[in-house]
């Protein structure tokens, strides 16, 4: 069981470009989310999804932010036109069920430097 | 609005002793109540959770206390180790629904050989 995997670890981009980070979650769970952590802060939710269906992006910024789960394959965090403020940490997390705290589990992040 | 805090960003203890983290909660329909270890360049480990029908529960070394009437949130690691050094983050989810944690700032606890 490999656990929740994300790639790339690490992310350079330069202002304007976009990033796609990529997040697989753990063998039998639909469930995935997505969550961005500023240096010296906490988790902050973006975004939840089931295969094909986008279920909450209360957490996400309105522009050029997108997230996607396919049928096949894994989920994708797009960010388009980078800037700055966009340098964080990013995790992903998932669950075989939306309702419990058990099998919760967080990937290992991608760390998004805009240059 | 609403949020969950910490009260100290960084706890600096001896290896052998017990260490306490504290956290303060306002969203007083919270249901679930959790503790997330983070190691530098790691995602959030799962440590142990509470309900909040429950004033205490017990893991392995650690054990979390809930005060409902004040809000307060704390992790007692006994016989802290190096290995526990890392950023602790309480985090809270209301009852029904999706589960997706709130998290706070974190604590960062320091353990010294």
């Known amino acids: 069981n490999a656990g929740v995997m994300q790639n790339p670890r690490h992310l350079v981009r330069r202002r304007g470009q976009e990033a796609r980070l990529r997040c697989s979650p753990m063998?039998?769970?639909?469930?995935v989310y997505w969550y961005r952590q500023l240096p010296e802060e906490g988790l902050k939710f973006m975004v939840y999804l089931q295969k094909e269906n986008i279920i909450d992006e209360s957490g996400m910024p309105k522009e050029r932010f997108s997230a996607e789960f396919p049928k096949e394959g894994p989920s994708i965090l797009r960010i388009q036109q980078v800037v700055r403020g966009d340098s964080a940490a990013y995790f992903c997390a998932s669950s075989p069920s939306g309702y419990k705290v058990d099998g919760y589990t967080f990937g290992s992040g991608t760390r998004l430097t805009v240059v | 609005g609403e949020s969950v805090g910490l009260h100290l960003p960084t706890l600096s203890v001896q290896e052998g002793d017990n260490s306490i983290i504290n956290c303060a909660y306002s969203n007083s329909a919270s249901d679930y109540f959790i503790w997330y270890k983070q190691e530098s360049g790691k995602g959030p480990q799962f440590i142990i959770d509470i309900r909040s029908n429950m004033d205490k529960r017990q893991g392995q070394r650690v054990t979390v206390l809930l005060n409902k009437t004040v809000k307060h949130l704390s992790l007692q690691i006994a016989a802290t180790q190096p290995g526990d050094s890392a950023v602790y983050f309480c985090a809270e989810a209301p009852s029904g629904g999706s589960y997706i944690p709130t998290f706070g700032r974190g604590t960062s606890l320091i353990v010294h050989p």
């Open positions: 063998k039998g769970h639909s469930h």
